[in-house]
């Protein structure tokens, strides 16, 4: 790999051990990707719960926190995904005292860093919308999808190691993502139905995730007839994702990098696979229906904007969840202080739901507070909460919105 | 006696011989591990009751969120990692996760590598050289 001097310097230990250990990972990864150099990046964005850290993990971060400060500290903005634990929540949730432990440990080497605790997955509804062509080391992969596909900005799925490294370096190998050939579309769909709601613009992510099937497969959706905003597309992207591993998408005449079927991709386009109503109905369906008994509502999956904070309350008003279901709900720190506010949190929380503060359900130990809880029959709006969840012992079911809240108030579908 | 060998990509880690643990199925360490046992929990995976600790393992695709590129380092710090992790096509996550445990790991073959190393093959993996080598 080609490396400037100033990052010969770094990997030389100039600028101290946690930067020499950073460069270090990255052009390990380079090489094993065929970078040719590394490319400046201008934000990254760390996935670390301790879920995922570990013990080994925390003690990793506590060990670059205890560096001299000029050699700990992150060189461009860095900002934190959801964490495992809700400080204000989580003795209601049953989470386990060690586990907050873990996370304050976690926050405590982050800030020494000069990491913003944003704890989000949508940070680019709430702290700073990437740009066209910004290039960028985002960890979440939804966060990745919405940043290459709706803002045009360019990114790799970074694991938090490597986000973090690049906070320390302030740059990212050049392979996949930041380079024009791989964004090309190499799959084509046609939708002949409108999505009508966020829980169906997931199904639909889903499916064409689990058909494009490859962190290397760029899906082109052809013109739809109806037209997506901010929230369809983060549902749409962040159930691809997860399905598929795919990191970007072109809806033509919607995206920046599509304005037409011909730009989306490198040659003729490909034969179009039609995805029907028949095919969300089928996905649907595949998760049954709980006619029994709900035991827990989820809204998140990405976490809710202040637009869902309001939709949620608003469905909400003036009634009770029973007493045999939970309903949870995740938001970002921004969005509740912003529903506070506006008196959203008020009214989900005197139908007895609860709001949650920069979490996320799934990286939350689910299994754990599953099973502290007796929570195994889910419903939710989200089509990648569906998909992580089964995983962790728990059986998911998808619906819309006032369906789920419909359900959430009768204790059953 | 000559060995068998098989070219890959140049991968990341140091050379290391072991015993193979191979199937054709997918690997995610989120998903798929009981990470405190040694072995793989997920009832539908192929392996699924193996104990993959110091087996090189031998797998088809990475797959899963961005969780498991923290997880390959907390398995090796508890000395509960595989000796390798070889696959036919990774994605970034586990070549980052790799990078930070230090685990050896190889990928993009000249053949189908969960077809052509059987289970108990003692073999040898060498990351700089990106090969992979049966040994008879």
Same mark, same amino acid.
């Given at each position: 790999?080609?490396?400037?001097?100033?990052?010969?310097?770094?990997?030389?230990?100039?600028?101290?051990?946690?930067?020499?250990?950073?460069l270090e990972q990255q052009v390990?990864?380079?090489?094993?990707?065929?970078?040719?150099?590394?490319?400046?990046?201008?934000?990254?964005?760390?996935?670390?719960?301790?879920?995922?850290?570990?013990?080994?993990?925390?003690?990793?971060?506590?060990?670059?926190?205890?560096?001299?400060?000029?050699?700990?500290?992150?060189?461009?903005?860095?900002?934190?995904?959801?964490?495992?634990?809700?400080?204000?929540?989580?003795?209601?949730?049953?989470?386990?005292?060690?586990?907050?432990?873990?996370?304050?440990?976690?926050?405590?080497?982050?800030?020494?860093?000069?990491?913003?605790?944003?704890?989000?997955?949508?940070?680019?509804?709430?702290?700073?919308?990437?740009?066209?062509?910004?290039?960028?080391?985002?960890?979440?992969?939804?966060?990745?999808?919405?940043?290459?596909?709706?803002?045009?900005?360019?990114?790799?799925?970074?694991?938090?190691?490597?986000?973090?490294?690049?906070?320390?370096?302030?740059?990212?190998?050049?392979?996949?993502?930041?380079?024009?050939?791989?964004?090309?579309?190499?799959?084509?769909?046609?939708?002949?139905?409108?999505?009508?709601?966020?829980?169906?613009?997931?199904?639909?992510?889903?499916?064409?995730?689990?058909?494009?099937?490859?962190?290397?497969?760029?899906?082109?959706?052809?013109?739809?007839?109806?037209?997506?905003?901010?929230?369809?597309?983060?549902?749409?992207?962040?159930?691809?994702?997860?399905?598929?591993?795919?990191?970007?998408?072109?809806?033509?005449?919607?995206?920046?990098?599509?304005?037409?079927?011909?730009?989306?991709?490198?040659?003729?386009?490909?034969?179009?696979?039609?995805?029907?109503?028949?095919?969300?109905?089928?996905?649907?369906?595949?998760?049954?229906?709980?006619?029994?008994?709900?035991?827990?509502?989820?809204?998140?999956?990405?976490?809710?904007?202040?637009?869902?904070?309001?939709?949620?309350?608003?469905?909400?008003?003036?009634?009770?969840?029973?007493?045999?279901?939970?309903?949870?709900?995740?938001?970002?720190?921004?969005?509740?202080?912003?529903?506070?506010?506006?008196?959203?949190?008020?009214?989900?929380?005197?139908?007895?739901?609860?709001?949650?503060?920069?979490?996320?359900?799934?990286?939350?130990?689910?299994?754990?507070?599953?099973?502290?809880?007796?929570?195994?029959?889910?419903?939710?709006?989200?089509?990648?909460?569906?998909?992580?969840?089964?995983?962790?012992?728990?059986?998911?079911?998808?619906?819309?919105?006032?369906?789920?809240?419909?359900?959430?108030?009768?204790?059953?579908? | 006696?000559?060995? &068998?060998?098989? @070219?890959? %990509?140049?991968?990341?880690?140091?050379?290391?011989?072991?015993?193979?643990?191979? =199937? +054709?199925?997918?690997?995610?360490?989120?998903?798929?591990?009981?990470?405190?046992?040694?072995?793989?929990?997920? &009832?539908?995976? @192929?392996? %699924?009751?193996?104990?993959?600790?110091?087996?090189?393992?031998?797998?088809?695709? =990475? +797959?899963?969120g961005v969780a498991s590129a923290?997880?390959?380092?907390?398995?090796?710090?508890?000395?509960?990692?595989?000796?390798?992790?070889?696959?036919?096509?990774?994605?970034?996550?586990?070549?980052?996760?790799?990078?930070? =445990?230090?685990?050896?790991?190889?990928?993009?073959?000249?053949?189908?590598?969960?077809?052509?190393?059987?289970?108990?093959?003692?073999?040898?993996?060498?990351?700089?050289?990106?090969?992979?080598?049966?040994?008879?």
């Amino acid at each position: 790999m080609k490396l400037t001097e100033y990052e010969h310097a770094m990997l030389a230990g100039e600028f101290g051990e946690p930067k020499r250990l950073a460069l270090e990972q990255q052009v390990k990864v380079g090489r094993f990707f065929d970078a040719e150099d590394l490319v400046e990046v201008s934000q990254a964005h760390i996935m670390a719960d301790t879920e995922s850290l570990g013990e080994s993990g925390v003690e990793f971060l506590e060990r670059l926190a205890a560096c001299p400060e000029q050699d700990r500290q992150v060189v461009i903005p860095t900002i934190t995904d959801p964490r495992g634990v809700d400080q204000c929540q989580y003795k209601r949730l049953k989470q386990q005292q060690s586990w907050a432990f873990l996370e304050l440990r976690t926050v405590a080497a982050m800030r020494a860093m000069g990491i913003m605790m944003t704890d989000t997955c949508i940070n680019y509804q709430t702290v700073q919308a990437p740009v066209m062509g910004q290039h960028l080391a985002f960890g979440d992969t939804g966060v990745v999808i919405y940043s290459n596909s709706v803002c045009g900005a360019r990114s790799n799925f970074e694991g938090g190691p490597a986000a973090l490294a690049a906070g320390l370096t302030g740059r990212t190998p050049r392979y996949g993502y930041h380079l024009d050939r791989c964004r090309r579309g190499t799959h084509l769909f046609e939708i002949d139905f409108e999505p009508t709601d966020l829980a169906e613009w997931g199904a639909l992510g889903a499916i064409i995730g689990r058909e494009s099937g490859s962190y290397w497969t760029v899906p082109v959706i052809a013109r739809p007839s109806a037209e997506p905003g901010s929230d369809e597309l983060k549902h749409f992207g962040a159930a691809m994702a997860s399905y598929g591993s795919v990191p970007m998408f072109h809806i033509v005449g919607v995206t920046p990098e599509a304005p037409d079927l011909k730009a989306a991709f490198d040659g003729a386009p490909p034969a179009a696979r039609r995805i029907t109503r028949k095919d969300v109905d089928d996905y649907n369906a595949s998760f049954g229906l709980h006619n029994e008994k709900v035991d827990v509502v989820v809204f998140g999956a990405p976490q809710l904007s202040l637009i869902e904070m309001r939709q949620v309350a608003m469905l909400l008003k003036g009634r009770k969840v029973h007493d045999g279901t939970t309903l949870l709900v995740a938001t970002n720190p921004e969005n509740k202080a912003a529903s506070d506010r506006m008196g959203f949190t008020e009214t989900i929380e005197a139908s007895g739901a609860i709001v949650l503060s920069g979490v996320c359900f799934y990286q939350m130990y689910a299994r754990e507070m599953g099973e502290a809880n007796n929570w195994k029959r889910l419903l939710t709006n989200s089509a990648k909460l569906c998909n992580i969840i089964t995983g962790y012992g728990y059986e998911p079911v998808i619906a819309p919105m006032d369906r789920c809240v419909d359900a959430a108030v009768k204790g059953k579908m | 006696m000559a060995d &068998k060998i098989y @070219k890959g %990509h140049v991968g990341i880690g140091e050379k290391v011989s072991g015993v193979a643990l191979v =199937a +054709k199925d997918n690997f995610s360490a989120r998903y798929d591990l009981n990470r405190v046992k040694g072995e793989f929990s997920r &009832k539908a995976h @192929k392996l %699924h009751g193996e104990n993959y600790v110091d087996r090189i393992l031998i797998l088809d695709n =990475a +797959k899963g969120g961005v969780a498991s590129a923290w997880m390959l380092a907390e398995m090796k710090s508890r000395g509960m990692a595989p000796a390798a992790l070889v696959l036919n096509a990774s994605n970034t996550i586990m070549a980052q996760g790799a990078a930070l =445990a230090n685990l050896p790991f190889l990928d993009r073959f000249d053949a189908d590598i969960t077809s052509v190393v059987k289970t108990g093959d003692r073999v040898t993996v060498d990351p700089e050289a990106g090969t992979l080598s049966i040994h008879d």
